[in-house]
Antibody, heavy 121, light 113 residues
Framework: EVQLLESGGGLVQPGGSLRLSCAAS????????MFWVRQAPEKGLEWVST?????????FYADSVKGRFTISRDNSKNTLYLQMSSLRAEDTAIYYC?????????????WGQGTLVPVSS | DIVMTQSPESLAVSQGERATFNCKSS????????????LAWYQQKPGQPPKLLIYWASTRESGVPDRFSGSGSGTDFTLTISSLQAEDVAVYYCQQYYNTPHTFGQGTKLEIK
């Protein structure tokens, strides 16, 4: 059974940093591109970042987070990461990790439960 | 970026009746090399993550009831629930995965009339 479990969320001050993790199980993690998607309170879904399968050499970011967020993966630990820095109030959201069906041009077939990141002083 | 526009913003339908959701993309999401539309539909119930319903515009995900169907091609797409059940109350999102960024529509909120 595919499972994705996010962790690392929590209250952070504006300008601060946080690293989110997504522990994957139930599939061969290295074979699949992975995604981060966020949802601000009472708002819609916003794609944040993509990392390709394998070594994760290719990464993509939304303009709203480019230069501040870094996606990475550790295939030996079956874990996806999102390093977030220079956080702003508008980054407040539930952050979901999601799995592809293979490459990066893919729909998202499994989602984690999400981790909440409030950015506030 | 491809802009996804959903209509209506909200929808109230009686149980047992048909519910129709529309999604329009600002440019085609049809890949002419494989004749596939890179369009997915997700259902999100309150307090839950999104759940995949439909991919390639019309392929139902395993385990999704057959009252859910998707149609359309190019830039215009439709999700239909043929006979609304109480458990279908949710927000429905379309998403294109043809180009990065993978953009979502703003969602359509479905309620029981």
């Amino acid at each position: 059974e595919v499972q994705l479990l996010e962790s690392g969320g929590g209250l952070v001050q504006p300008g601060g940093s946080l690293r989110l993790s997504c522990a994957a199980s139930g599939f061969t993690f290295s074979r699949y591109a992975m995604f981060w998607v966020r949802q601000a309170p009472e708002k819609g879904l916003e794609w944040v970042s993509t990392i390709d399968n394998g070594s994760g050499a290719k990464t993509f970011y939304a303009d709203s987070v480019k230069g501040r967020f870094t996606i990475s993966r550790d295939n030996s630990k079956n874990t996806l990461y999102l390093q977030m820095s220079s956080l702003r109030a508008e980054d407040t959201a539930i952050y979901y990790c999601a799995k592809s069906i293979g490459g990066t041009s893919s729909y998202y077939d499994y989602w984690g439960q999400g981790t909440l990141v409030p950015v506030s002083s | 970026d491809i802009v996804m526009t959903q209509s209506p913003e909200s929808l109230a339908v009686s149980q047992g009746e048909r519910a129709t959701f529309n999604c329009k993309s600002s440019q085609t999401v049809l890949n002419s090399s494989n004749n596939k539309n890179y369009l997915a539909w997700y259902q999100q119930k309150p307090g839950q993550p999104p759940k995949l319903l439909i991919y390639w515009a019309s392929t139902r995900e395993s385990g999704v009831p057959d009252r859910f169907s998707g149609s359309g091609s190019g830039t215009d797409f439709t999700l239909t629930i043929s006979s609304l059940q109480a458990e279908d109350v949710a927000v429905y999102y379309c998403q294109q995965y043809y180009n990065t960024p993978h953009t979502f529509g703003q969602g359509t909120k479905l309620e029981i009339k």
